[in-house]
């Protein structure tokens, strides 16, 4: 039988079945039966073209001989396929019809824009699943909407768009029946439909078209002169998205004149009635007496009351036109069209992806089982259960939000039918910020080599990752503390904050049976990456003619426009092939979430003739190397390939070049830099002069500064001093000063504290016993204490052997007496010139007053009460007074004109009393 329906074919052009209604249109000498020419294009299981778009013209004289002619509305079309390939999933068709007056496609290209120009969408299914049917079982695709003919040239299209379906979306390829006709053919196979905006009449972008065109199969009525009307279609209530109704549809059936006459409805009324069954038993009628209606043109009549369609349920549709002197009343009856009024339902709500690294992007909302409803509302919240509000514009399924999120965001949809309303699950999409909050670097004594222990803090439940580099390379540590590896000189390290995630190892882990190859640029592997992961390092085997050979290798990352989105170059050593060996090399790219990347050598350095790569003919059983290596949700590497982007063709009996990839997933901030210190022994050295760390004072006299300078530490105690001399440690310099209090010999020693090592320094403070002082008969000069702490000359005139008298002296206060002769030594009497000593020491002589009321200084020139009848300025300070702020006169009394006020002089203050 077959070879008869061939013959058939051959000769006719045709087959005419189903008493003239349906056809076969297959012109031409057939050809074996390809995937290349549609209308649905699929290579091969794992091919990564999953969109596709053709067109085919068929002539007059074609329609002619089929029996189609001016006036037939096509109601189904059909293609035939020769294997039983199925998808594993449904993707989108879509088929155009047009009215053409074209007799042939003869341009090299077209855009698709033009083609589909004028073109009326008569089949979209979107989610269109291809069944197992094979020769002589055409599948079908009732049109949607039905097309007349209008003579001339008539052009389908189709478009395929299957990138909904991850994974292999069909079991194998599609072989489709096809004939060789000539300039009757556009069509492009591509990886998605945005880049399938321009047809060739002779290759699909992978292999030959050139006066292919698909078998198709037609099914048509009309062309009659006589009374010809028929019920063609329902119109409403149409088929709903979301399968929601109301308690009062309107039901309104499309008739046809399927006649080549007008028909006057005044003359030959039309009765239309519209049988329900289902979830309700319900007839509709109307009657059209008025008007006419042109050859071919249709009348959309609603029936008369409405149906009730708020109960759940499946609704079925006949309806009928019926004409007095019909004659064909075979075409009557429209087919019948069942409308489902579906349980509201919101279905399971998902985002895509589920989070973002530092900066946000735009999430697609999705949902999948939602049924029953008349509206969706995508609802966003920035807290997890409560806060929700509508997204405007947030409508559609699936949805994109608008703009970038910048924070952690909580989405959950509505979805409504006539008042009602249910909530789907929530979701959530996550913006992962980790940040390095604080580090602590740390030291350990040298000489080394030695750990060092280092530590961070960061922001909310992250973790950490050392580096030994400030970009690129792999951690060589994670969490805190971390203990660098043994050091001997100061290193500095990088840490860098991290959520999530992990490290994986994917791809052949080494190579099998390595042969050398050459190819660059097109030759790689293709690969999808499904979430955001880094691309640590790869495994590649670099070959020379010679052992040795130090040079580079270039490695990219291009996507599917063939645009570089990165690029390394490595340092790599080139060897024979027998001897190549495996080298890891680092590449840290960051691939963003998308499809059809590929990973390829872009350039190699002098003296490197090729990397090693495993060829076809040692590809195991199957001709499949184990295509696709995959890290589940993160990475699926597809196939090598040796073609340009974006055709990338399917190659699964090679593996090009690049071995073992270690990949991370997970969010990593910039990375901070912390140094660890390899420290020296602490040193201390005298940096006063020289003998100061062995002087000898007298008791009450200021020593000279002692001063050492100190490396390493962090601080410095020294003990053995005499009272009234003090120390202190500051920018590394240990300072010893004062005036003793005490007699007798001081050995002291400095202890450096901190850093490395137990270091110390020692000296001497030898402190003579002050002399009893000095008692003078001779009075010559006078002043008072300042008691906002100026300075006050006693006498230009003072000799050594003279004593003054000085007023004002408080208990408490630090006085401080001087002498212009700088050997000149002071003796202080209380209450009278000869009274109780107080104080006693060389100029200038500061000590905490113990006495209020006249003190008496006495002058010498040493401290055995020498005499000199020489002129010296002498002074008195009060070190610790200091005047009254300017108050502004707060709490001032006011004194009315001509008043008085008394009270008692402070100084040259006057304390109020009344």
Same mark, same amino acid.
């Given at each position: 039988?077959?070879?008869?329906?061939?013959?058939?074919?051959?000769?006719?052009?045709?087959?005419?079945?189903?008493?003239?209604?349906?056809?076969?249109?297959?012109?031409?000498?057939?050809?074996?039966?390809?995937?290349?020419?549609?209308?649905?294009?699929?290579?091969?299981?794992?091919?990564?073209?999953?969109?596709?778009?053709?067109?085919?013209?068929?002539?007059?004289?074609?329609?002619?001989?089929?029996?189609?002619?001016?006036?037939?509305?096509?109601?189904?079309?059909?293609?035939?396929?020769?294997?039983?390939?199925?998808?594993?999933?449904?993707?989108?068709?879509?088929?155009?019809?047009?009215?053409?007056?074209?007799?042939?496609?003869?341009?090299?290209?077209?855009?698709?824009?033009?083609?589909?120009?004028?073109?009326?969408?008569?089949?979209?299914?979107?989610?269109?699943?291809?069944?197992?049917?094979?020769?002589?079982?055409?599948?079908?695709?009732?049109?949607?909407?039905?097309?007349?003919?209008?003579?001339?040239?008539?052009?389908?299209?189709?478009?395929?768009?299957?990138?909904?379906?991850?994974?292999?979306?069909?079991?194998?390829?599609?072989?489709?029946?096809?004939?060789?006709?000539?300039?009757?053919?556009?069509?492009?196979?591509?990886?998605?439909?945005?880049?399938?905006?321009?047809?060739?009449?002779?290759?699909?972008?992978?292999?030959?078209?050139?006066?292919?065109?698909?078998?198709?199969?037609?099914?048509?009525?009309?062309?009659?002169?006589?009374?010809?009307?028929?019920?063609?279609?329902?119109?409403?209530?149409?088929?709903?998205?979301?399968?929601?109704?109301?308690?009062?549809?309107?039901?309104?059936?499309?008739?046809?004149?399927?006649?080549?006459?007008?028909?006057?409805?005044?003359?030959?009324?039309?009765?239309?009635?519209?049988?329900?069954?289902?979830?309700?038993?319900?007839?509709?009628?109307?009657?059209?007496?008025?008007?006419?209606?042109?050859?071919?043109?249709?009348?959309?009549?609603?029936?008369?009351?409405?149906?009730?369609?708020?109960?759940?349920?499946?609704?079925?549709?006949?309806?009928?036109?019926?004409?007095?002197?019909?004659?064909?009343?075979?075409?009557?009856?429209?087919?019948?069209?069942?409308?489902?009024?579906?349980?509201?339902?919101?279905?399971?709500?998902?985002?895509?992806?589920?989070?973002?690294?530092?900066?946000?992007?735009?999430?697609?909302?999705?949902?999948?089982?939602?049924?029953?409803?008349?509206?969706?509302?995508?609802?966003?919240?920035?807290?997890?259960?409560?806060?929700?509000?509508?997204?405007?514009?947030?409508?559609?399924?699936?949805?994109?939000?608008?703009?970038?999120?910048?924070?952690?965001?909580?989405?959950?949809?509505?979805?409504?039918?006539?008042?009602?309303?249910?909530?789907?699950?929530?979701?959530?999409?996550?913006?992962?910020?980790?940040?390095?909050?604080?580090?602590?670097?740390?030291?350990?004594?040298?000489?080394?080599?030695?750990?060092?222990?280092?530590?961070?803090?960061?922001?909310?439940?992250?973790?950490?990752?050392?580096?030994?580099?400030?970009?690129?390379?792999?951690?060589?540590?994670?969490?805190?503390?971390?203990?660098?590896?043994?050091?001997?000189?100061?290193?500095?390290?990088?840490?860098?904050?991290?959520?999530?995630?992990?490290?994986?190892?994917?791809?052949?882990?080494?190579?099998?049976?390595?042969?050398?190859?050459?190819?660059?640029?097109?030759?790689?592997?293709?690969?999808?990456?499904?979430?955001?992961?880094?691309?640590?390092?790869?495994?590649?085997?670099?070959?020379?003619?010679?052992?040795?050979?130090?040079?580079?290798?270039?490695?990219?990352?291009?996507?599917?426009?063939?645009?570089?989105?990165?690029?390394?170059?490595?340092?790599?050593?080139?060897?024979?092939?027998?001897?190549?060996?495996?080298?890891?090399?680092?590449?840290?790219?960051?691939?963003?979430?998308?499809?059809?990347?590929?990973?390829?050598?872009?350039?190699?350095?002098?003296?490197?003739?090729?990397?090693?790569?495993?060829?076809?003919?040692?590809?195991?059983?199957?001709?499949?190397?184990?295509?696709?290596?995959?890290?589940?949700?993160?990475?699926?590497?597809?196939?090598?390939?040796?073609?340009?982007?974006?055709?990338?063709?399917?190659?699964?009996?090679?593996?090009?070049?690049?071995?073992?990839?270690?990949?991370?997933?997970?969010?990593?901030?910039?990375?901070?830099?912390?140094?660890?210190?390899?420290?020296?022994?602490?040193?201390?050295?005298?940096?006063?002069?020289?003998?100061?760390?062995?002087?000898?004072?007298?008791?009450?006299?200021?020593?000279?500064?002692?001063?050492?300078?100190?490396?390493?530490?962090?601080?410095?105690?020294?003990?053995?001093?005499?009272?009234?001399?003090?120390?202190?440690?500051?920018?590394?310099?240990?300072?010893?000063?004062?005036?003793?209090?005490?007699?007798?010999?001081?050995?002291?020693?400095?202890?450096?504290?901190?850093? !490395?090592? +137990?270091? *110390?320094?020692?000296? %001497?403070?030898? &402190?003579? $016993? @002050?002399?009893?002082? #000095? =008692?003078?008969?001779?009075?010559?000069?006078?002043?008072?204490?300042?008691?906002?702490?100026?300075?006050?000359?006693?006498?230009?005139?003072?000799?050594?052997?003279?004593?003054?008298?000085?007023?004002?002296?408080?208990?408490?206060?630090?006085?401080?007496?001087?002498?212009?002769?700088?050997?000149?030594?002071?003796?202080?009497?209380?209450?009278?010139?000869?009274?109780?000593?107080?104080?006693?020491?060389?100029?200038?002589?500061?000590?905490?007053?113990?006495?209020?009321?006249?003190?008496?200084?006495?002058?010498?020139?040493?401290?055995?009460?020498?005499?000199?009848?020489? !002129?010296? +300025?002498? *002074?008195?300070?009060? %070190?610790?007074? &200091?005047? $009254? @702020?300017?108050?502004? #006169? =707060?709490?001032?009394?006011?004194?009315?004109?001509?008043?008085?006020?008394?009270?008692?002089?402070?100084?040259?203050?006057?304390?109020?009393?009344?």
């Amino acid at each position: 039988m077959k070879k008869v329906f061939s013959l058939l074919y051959l000769i006719a052009g045709f087959v005419l079945f189903c008493q003239g209604q349906t056809v076969i249109i297959n012109t031409g000498t057939p050809g074996t039966p390809a995937y290349n020419a549609g209308p649905i294009y699929r290579s091969s299981a794992a091919s990564a073209y999953d969109a596709s778009r053709y067109t085919y013209l068929y002539t007059a004289a074609e329609l002619s001989a089929a029996g189609i002619t001016s006036g037939s509305v096509i109601s189904l079309v059909g293609w035939v396929k020769s294997n039983n390939t199925t998808t594993t999933g449904g993707g989108i068709f879509r088929i155009f019809m047009k009215n053409s007056s074209a007799s042939s496609f003869s341009l090299a290209t077209e855009t698709w824009a033009n083609l589909n120009a004028g073109t009326t969408m008569v089949y979209e299914n979107l989610n269109q699943n291809i069944s197992a049917d094979v020769d002589p079982v055409y599948i079908d695709f009732p049109l949607t909407t039905s097309f007349v003919y209008t003579g001339g040239s008539l052009e389908i299209s189709t478009e395929w768009d299957i990138n909904q379906v991850s994974g292999s979306p069909t079991t194998g390829t599609f072989s489709w029946l096809w004939s060789t006709v000539v300039d009757r053919i556009y069509g492009t196979g591509q990886t998605s439909l945005a880049n399938a905006g321009t047809l060739s009449s002779t290759t699909n972008s992978i292999s030959t078209i050139d006066d292919r065109r698909p078998f198709i199969k037609i099914v048509y009525s009309g062309g009659t002169t006589g009374i010809d009307v028929g019920a063609q279609s329902l119109v409403t209530p149409a088929v709903s998205a979301g399968n929601c109704y109301t308690g009062s549809e309107i039901v309104t059936v499309k008739i046809r004149n399927y006649s080549t006459n007008p028909i006057d409805f005044s003359v030959n009324p039309v009765t239309v009635t519209t049988n329900v069954t289902g979830a309700i038993t319900q007839s509709l009628a109307a009657t059209v007496n008025t008007g006419t209606l042109a050859p071919a043109a249709t009348l959309d009549v609603p029936m008369s009351g409405s149906l009730n369609m708020s109960a759940t349920g499946t609704y079925t549709f006949n309806a009928a036109a019926v004409v007095s002197g019909d004659v064909n009343p075979g075409n009557n009856g429209m087919p019948s069209t069942d409308i489902i009024k579906a349980v509201l339902a919101s279905g399971t709500a998902s985002a895509s992806p589920g989070s973002y690294c530092v900066t946000g992007g735009t999430p697609t909302l999705s949902t999948t089982g939602a049924d029953g409803y008349g509206g969706l509302q995508w609802q966003q919240s920035t807290t997890s259960g409560t806060g929700f509000t509508n997204i405007p514009g947030g409508t559609t399924n699936p949805y994109t939000v608008g703009t970038a999120i910048t924070q952690t965001m909580y989405y959950q949809l509505i979805a409504s039918c006539n008042g009602s309303n249910v909530t789907s699950n929530e979701v959530s999409v996550t913006l992962n910020n980790p940040q390095v909050t604080g580090t602590t670097p740390g030291s350990a004594c040298g000489p080394g080599p030695v750990s060092v222990t280092l530590a961070a803090t960061g922001t909310g439940n992250t973790t950490f990752n050392w580096y030994d580099v400030a970009s690129g390379g792999v951690p060589i540590g994670t969490g805190s503390p971390f203990n660098t590896p043994p050091i001997s000189a100061n290193t500095t390290y990088y840490v860098a904050a991290t959520t999530g995630g992990g490290n994986s190892n994917v791809g052949l882990p080494t190579k099998l049976n390595g042969t050398s190859g050459a190819g660059t640029t097109n030759f790689g592997l293709v690969f999808d990456a499904l979430a955001t992961f880094t691309l640590n390092s790869v495994v590649v085997y670099p070959v020379a003619a010679t052992a040795g050979v130090n040079s580079t290798v270039t490695i990219d990352v291009i996507d599917g426009a063939n645009t570089i989105v990165h690029t390394a170059t490595v340092n790599v050593v080139g060897n024979p092939t027998a001897s190549a060996t495996a080298q890891t090399v680092p590449l840290n790219f960051t691939i963003a979430p998308g499809t059809n990347y590929k990973i390829r050598p872009g350039s190699r350095g002098a003296g490197i003739t090729g990397l090693l790569f495993e060829p076809s003919a040692s590809a195991p059983p199957g001709g499949n190397y184990g295509y696709p290596f995959f890290v589940p949700g993160v990475l699926n590497i597809n196939h090598s390939t040796l073609t340009a982007a974006p055709a990338n063709t399917v190659r699964l009996d090679l593996y090009y070049y690049f071995y073992n990839w270690d990949i991370s997933t997970g969010c990593e901030s910039a990375r901070t830099a912390v140094l660890a210190t390899v420290a020296g022994n602490n040193t201390v050295a005298l940096t006063s002069g020289a003998g100061t760390d062995a002087q000898t004072v007298t008791q009450g006299t200021l020593i000279t500064n002692i001063t050492y300078g100190t490396t390493g530490a962090t601080g410095a105690t020294v003990t053995g001093l005499p009272a009234g001399v003090t120390s202190n440690w500051v920018a590394n310099v240990v300072t010893i000063s004062g005036t003793p209090s005490a007699s007798g010999v001081y050995p002291y020693t400095v202890t450096l504290t901190g850093g !490395c090592g +137990t270091v *110390t320094a020692m000296g %001497t403070i030898t &402190v003579n $016993p @002050a002399p009893a002082g #000095c =008692t003078f008969t001779s009075s010559f000069g006078s002043g008072a204490i300042n008691l906002g702490g100026a300075v006050t000359t006693i006498s230009s005139c003072s000799f050594a052997g003279e004593y003054s008298t000085v007023t004002g002296a408080v208990s408490g206060q630090t006085l401080r007496f001087t002498s212009s002769v700088a050997t000149d030594w002071i003796t202080v009497h209380s209450g009278t010139s000869n009274g109780p000593i107080i104080a006693f020491g060389q100029t200038p002589l500061t000590f905490a007053n113990t006495f209020t009321g006249t003190v008496f200084p006495h002058w010498s020139s040493n401290a055995a009460c020498g005499t000199q009848s020489t !002129c010296r +300025t002498t *002074t008195v300070q009060c %070190t610790s007074c &200091v005047g $009254p @702020a300017n108050d502004n #006169c =707060t709490g001032a009394l006011p004194i009315a004109c001509g008043g008085s006020v008394s009270g008692t002089t402070v100084g040259r203050y006057i304390r109020r009393s009344t």
